[in-house]
């Protein structure tokens, strides 16, 4: 007859092991959240190779995006009256970006390192967040703590050059 005592310890090692396991599980996803949020411009920006790649004199500036003529600078590229570039704190109404064209030709990406690091923002909020979940309920301190501060940096680096 099994005691009282051994099989409250196996109760804790199973609990114990589902809380490591969910808490696994919802880092993997808070990651890969960031990774799938981050990939769809961060794609265009680093990936330049064929794609057309231009500059946008911003002319306006709407409550979720900016238009502007576009100049090309790749070979094969077109000039178009206008493209559409996503508003946010890195674009300003009378400045000229240098982008990359989303295949189709009408939506355009900031490209160098200031787009490439604003592409990647979403990861570092997802690698802030799961830095969270990982000290709280996995436990691992210094896990947690490389993922905050790789987080920080990406976040830091993306306002400094943007």
């Known amino acids: 007859m099994p005691s009282a005592v051994s099989s409250s310890g196996g109760a804790r090692a199973v609990l114990r092991f589902g809380r490591f396991a969910a808490m696994g599980v919802v880092t993997a996803l808070i990651l890969i959240a960031g990774v799938w949020a981050s990939w769809g411009t961060a794609q265009h920006a680093m990936l330049t190779k064929g794609r057309e790649r231009g500059t946008v004199a911003v002319t306006r500036c709407g409550a979720e995006a900016c238009t502007?003529?576009?100049?090309?600078?790749?070979?094969?590229?077109?000039?178009?009256?206008?493209?559409?570039?996503?508003?946010?704190?890195?674009?300003?109404?009378?400045?000229?970006?240098?982008?990359?064209?989303?295949?189709?030709?009408?939506?355009?990406?900031?490209?160098?390192?200031?787009?490439?690091?604003?592409?990647?923002?979403?990861?570092?909020?997802?690698?802030?967040?799961?830095?969270?979940?990982?000290?709280?309920?996995?436990?691992?301190?210094?896990?947690?703590?490389?993922?905050?501060?790789?987080?920080?940096?990406?976040?830091?680096?993306?306002?400094?050059v943007v």
């Open 68 to 160: 502007g003529r576009y100049s090309p600078l790749s070979q094969g590229s077109q000039p178009r009256a206008e493209v559409v570039l996503e508003n946010s704190v890195a674009v300003e109404e009378g400045r000229t970006y240098t982008v990359v064209l989303k295949p189709g030709g009408r939506e355009a990406v900031r490209s160098g390192p200031a787009g490439v690091l604003h592409a990647w923002v979403p990861l570092g909020g997802a690698l802030l967040l799961a830095s969270v979940v990982v000290a709280g309920g996995l436990l691992r301190t210094r896990p947690a703590w490389v993922l905050a501060l790789s987080g920080t940096a990406l976040l830091t680096a993306a306002f400094l």
